[in-house]
């Protein structure tokens, strides 16, 4: 593991652990969020402008999946900002300990800029899920729609790109070999809560991947039936053929043929999908991940915002 991996996985290590302190200051209550500052540097005004955004991000996610927040079952969703680390951005949920039991709760790691993951993580708050394919799906799904696209893994490429780019070299990975832990994605549970980043190639191609595919099945399918398989999963594993009438083999096939199918030459007109991407986006984000897979995202962010 080399030095820049290592820092990263260690981040993300005390990133994700439920233990880490919460700002003291009192929150900004909103609508369905408790929202306050881990940094200490936030005016009160700075603050209430930032829990009014996540509100209306909420609002948004709300929406969008035709959803409840939740709030009788779990409470006001926890939403702590705090500063980026090592230039690492986003945001990340978690169950944390309050003084009446457990407390949805997302850290935002906030930049310049909207914030990252966002969208995703608030619908990992509304849609609990033990299975980490169809709780990315998930979320990815609402960040590509409603949220920030430099967000990880479309990174301002869109997740479409970043597979075609995989399905051209040996890259890519069977949907069955991502689990619903971590530890097939390139991740790992160091106990306590705590998770390590081990493999940022694999992260990032797994992550890349169940995006693309939710964005497939949401083009096909709709919401609802999105929702349905949320619901119908905590009782059964993937329930892909009880939900849409085809085996996740079957499903995966469909989606690699449509998005091969998409791709086309910059400015062509494309008759399938409006969001297909381009030729010469597949080419830089493959070159961009060759180069090195740890920074890939970094630097597709650093194109995307000055224009590619």
């Not at 007109?269 to 030729?279: D, F, K, L, P």
């Amino acid at each position: 593991m080399n030095a820049r991996v290592a820092a990263v996985s260690i981040l993300l290590a005390g990133l994700l652990s439920p233990g880490w302190s919460l700002a003291a200051e009192a929150p900004i209550e909103t609508r369905h969020l408790s929202v306050s500052d881990a940094t200490g540097r936030l005016s009160s005004q700075q603050l209430k402008t930032l829990a009014d955004e996540a509100q209306a991000t909420m609002g948004k996610v709300l929406a969008f999946w035709s959803a409840d927040a939740g709030l009788d079952r779990f409470g006001k969703i926890r939403v702590v900002f705090d500063a980026p680390r090592r230039d690492i951005y986003g945001s990340v949920f978690y169950w944390s300990e309050g003084p009446a039991g457990r407390v949805r709760t997302l850290r935002v790691l906030k930049g310049e800029g909207p914030p990252q993951m966002l969208a995703h993580k608030l619908t990992s708050a509304v849609f609990p899920q033990k299975d980490k394919l169809i709780r990315n799906l998930m979320g990815i799904v609402a960040e590509a729609q409603i949220g920030n696209p430099l967000t990880f893994p479309m990174c301002g490429f869109g997740s479409d790109a970043w597979v075609l780019a995989l399905l051209q070299t040996t890259g890519y990975i069977p949907l069955d070999d991502l689990g619903p832990d971590h530890e097939s994605w390139g991740m790992r549970d160091a106990g306590g809560g705590q998770l390590m980043v081990f493999d940022r190639s694999r992260q990032h191609r797994a992550y890349a991947e169940t995006g693309s595919f939710g964005n497939y099945l949401f083009r096909t399918f709709g919401v609802d039936r999105l929702k349905r398989l949320q619901r119908l999963s905590q009782e059964k594993d993937r329930p892909m053929q009880a939900v849409f009438g085809r085996t996740l083999q079957q499903l995966e096939a469909d989606w690699r043929s449509q998005l091969q199918a998409t791709a086309r030459p910059a400015g062509a007109e494309s008759a399938r999908v409006a969001t297909a991407a381009t030729v010469e986006t597949v080419e830089t984000v493959g070159k961009l991940f060759e180069s090195d897979a740890n920074t890939a995202c970094a630097a597709a962010q650093k194109l995307a915002s000055r224009g590619r």
